[in-house]
C-alpha cells in the first residue's frame, strides 16, 4: 500500500512540474502537487477507520444537502442582487447540515443492509445475538431443540474468537468450556427452523467484547441471550433488550406455594442454627427447620414461604411434625 502512496506522489509531482512548464509557473506546481497528494493520502488513512456504512450516509447526505439548496435557490434568483454570496451561503450550509446528518445515522448502514434493499428485501427482523456465556451454558441449544425458539441466530466474529480463544487455552477447564461452547454452537447449526449467521462486523474502536455485542445489537435492532449478570444490567442501560436463560429457567421452575407438601432428601447443614439444606430435581435450594439431626434422611416437609432472588428461587420449610 505505501508503494501505491509513493506512485501517487510521484505521479502528482510529474502532473505538477508539466503543468508548471506549460504555465510558467516554475517550481510552484510539483510544490502544489506533492501537497494535494500528501493531502489525498491522508485522506484515504481516515476513511479507512470510517465504517462504510458511514461514508455512504455522509455522501448521501451532501447530495440530498444540495438538491435541497438547488430547490431553494430556484425562486432566489430573480429576486436577489448577489445571487454568488447567497448561493454559496445555502449551498455550503444545506450540504454540510446533509454531510454531518448522512454521517452520524450512516452508522446503521452496513453492506449486508444495502444489498438487501437493492434485492428489494425488508430488513431482518427478530435477531438473536449469542453472547459467549449462553453458548457455553449449553441449555440454548436444548430450548431451541424443543421448537420454543425460532428465526435467525447471529454469532459475531470476535465471539467466535473469543470461544477459540478459550478452547485453546492451556488451563484444562477453560479448554473444556470453550470446547462445549464449538460443540453447542455446531449443535444449534444442525437444528431446523434455526439459522446461525456468522457475521464479521466488528468494532474496532470498543476493546471489551461484551460492549461490542451490545452496539451490534443497537446497530441489527436485535436482542441479546445470555446469562451473564452485568451484561444484562449494560444492555439494560443502552436500551437494548435481553433473552436471560437464568430468567427463563427461573420461570419454568414449579410453583411451590406455602402450605404444600414436599418430600425432600437432606444433604447439609444450613447456614443458621439447626437448619438442613435440601434440593429439589430442578437445583432449587430448600431450606428446612430443625432438621439439622436429619442429614441424609428422607423428610416430609411443609413450605412456609419462598423467596424469589437474583440467582433464583429459595424455599423454606419445615418438617410436617413441627408444623
Not at 489525498?40 to 444537502?65: C, P
Amino acid at each position: 500500500m505505501w508503494i501505491l502512496r509513493l506512485i501517487v506522489i510521484v505521479l502528482f509531482g510529474i502532473s505538477g512540474y508539466f503543468l508548471s512548464k506549460e504555465y510558467g509557473l516554475t517550481y510552484k506546481g510539483p510544490v502544489t502537487a506533492g501537497i494535494v497528494a500528501f493531502c489525498v493520502i491522508i485522506l484515504e488513512l481516515s476513511l479507512r477507520k470510517v465504517r462504510v456504512g458511514k461514508i455512504i450516509g455522509a455522501t448521501i447526505g451532501l447530495a440530498v444537502g444540495i438538491i435541497l439548496a438547488n430547490l431553494i435557490m430556484l425562486p432566489l434568483r430573480t429576486f436577489i442582487s448577489d445571487v454568488f454570496l447567497v448561493s454559496f451561503i445555502i449551498y455550503a450550509s444545506a450540504g454540510y447540515t446533509g454531510l454531518l446528518i448522512g454521517f452520524s445515522k450512516g452508522e446503521n448502514l452496513t453492506t449486508a443492509a444495502i444489498s438487501r434493499f437493492f434485492r428489494g428485501q425488508s430488513a431482518e427482523e427478530n435477531l438473536k445475538l449469542l453472547d459467549t456465556s449462553a453458548i457455553i451454558d449449553g441449555r440454548i441449544a436444548d430450548v431451541c431443540d424443543t421448537g420454543f425458539m425460532e428465526g435467525a441466530f447471529v454469532v459475531p466474529q470476535f465471539i467466535l474468537q473469543e470461544l477459540q480463544h478459550i478452547a485453546d487455552s492451556s488451563d484444562s477447564m477453560k479448554r473444556s468450556r470453550g470446547r462445549r461452547g464449538l460443540d453447542i454452537l455446531h449443535k444449534i447449526q444442525k437444528l431446523s427452523g434455526i439459522t446461525v449467521k456468522i457475521i464479521d462486523d466488528d468494532f474496532p474502536k470498543i476493546k471489551e467484547v461484551d460492549s461490542k455485542l451490545v452496539a451490534l445489537a443497537k446497530m441489527l435492532n436485535g436482542k441479546i441471550i445470555t446469562n451473564d449478570f452485568n451484561l444484562n444490567k449494560v444492555a439494560q442501560l443502552h436500551d437494548v433488550q435481553v433473552l436471560n436463560i437464568n430468567d427463563l429457567s427461573n420461570a419454568l421452575k414449579p410453583v411451590v406455594l406455602p402450605g404444600e407438601m414436599m418430600k425432600v432428601f437432606i444433604i447439609k447443614e444450613g447456614k443458621e442454627s439447626n437448619q438442613g439444606v435440601a434440593y429439589t430435581d430442578d437445583g432449587t435450594m430448600v431450606v428446612v427447620e430443625n432438621a439439622r439431626k436429619q442429614i441424609g434422611r428422607n423428610v416430609d416437609v411443609v413450605v412456609t414461604s419462598v423467596l424469589q432472588t437474583t440467582a433464583g428461587r429459595l424455599i423454606f420449610s419445615k418438617p410436617v411434625n413441627e408444623y
